[in-house]
């Protein structure tokens, strides 16, 4: 990293907000006595699955600990969001991996698990009603799909190897998967992402892996990134039962 500079990097977050409270209350102990820069970087999937997906958006959309910076990048999850806002058919996609537990959280409860066209649209006119101007101009304004900072290129899923970093198409910066994870390629950079759980910090001489599945297992991971130093902090919360 820069001189100067530290960088907390987060994982999917997917709707628990009692695990982004608490690592961010470690993070601002963490960073109490440094002096430098101090920047928060969001890895994106802050909805679905967990069952506070508006409080996470609430929390985000606001202000950030004094003294913190921040970048959010996009994730798959926000991308279907704004998708279903768009187009109630996606809504048979999305029932499938968590968009109904964010209609819940917005207080949308009488959504049909039939595949009924009706049902999807109601439903995408009732979110489109409650959702909050702060929400909509964070998933739409606030989210970038890469950040790339010192010998780090941070994004949600990964890249396609062999594709120089600056020619890489979103849809796999938010989706890809064995393409890359398999990938030992050198992508120029130390890419640090989200998107695939792994029970512990996944470190590759090419990638850094941080999704550790919140939503499921309590443990919400920030990688720590300091000069050419590299380590973790990570919430201890019950699991969902």
């Known amino acids: 990293m820069p001189d100067g500079q530290r960088v907390y990097a987060i994982g999917d977050v997917h709707g628990r907000l009692d695990l982004l409270e608490q690592l961010l209350e470690m993070i601002v102990a963490d960073g109490a006595d440094y002096e430098g820069k101090k920047l928060l970087i969001f890895l994106g999937d802050y909805i679905d699955r967990g069952l506070k997906s508006r409080g996470v958006l609430d929390l985000l959309s606001g202000d950030m600990p004094e003294g913190f910076e921040a970048i959010f990048l996009k994730g798959n999850h926000e991308q279907a969001m704004l998708q279903f806002l768009e187009d109630a058919e996606f809504g048979r996609t999305w029932k499938y991996y968590g968009g109904l537990e964010t209609l819940y959280s917005y207080g949308i409860q009488d959504v049909a698990l039939s595949d009924d066209p009706e049902a999807f649209e109601t439903a995408r006119l009732a979110l489109g009603a409650v959702l909050p101007d702060s929400h909509l101009n964070f998933l739409t304004n606030r989210l970038i799909p890469y950040f790339d900072l010192g010998g780090y290129y941070f994004v949600h899923a990964g890249v396609r190897p062999g594709l120089p970093l600056n020619r890489q198409v979103e849809a796999d910066l938010y989706w890809i998967r064995d393409d890359f994870l398999q990938s030992k390629f050198d992508h120029g950079r130390v890419v640090v992402h989200g998107h695939t759980p792994v029970e512990h910090p996944e470190i590759r001489r090419n990638r850094i892996g ?14 720590v990134l300091e000069g050419r130093g590299q380590r973790f902090l990570s919430t201890s919360l019950h699991p969902v039962r």
């Open 210 to 223: 941080i999704d550790t599945g919140a939503y499921i297992t309590g443990h919400l991971t920030a990688l």
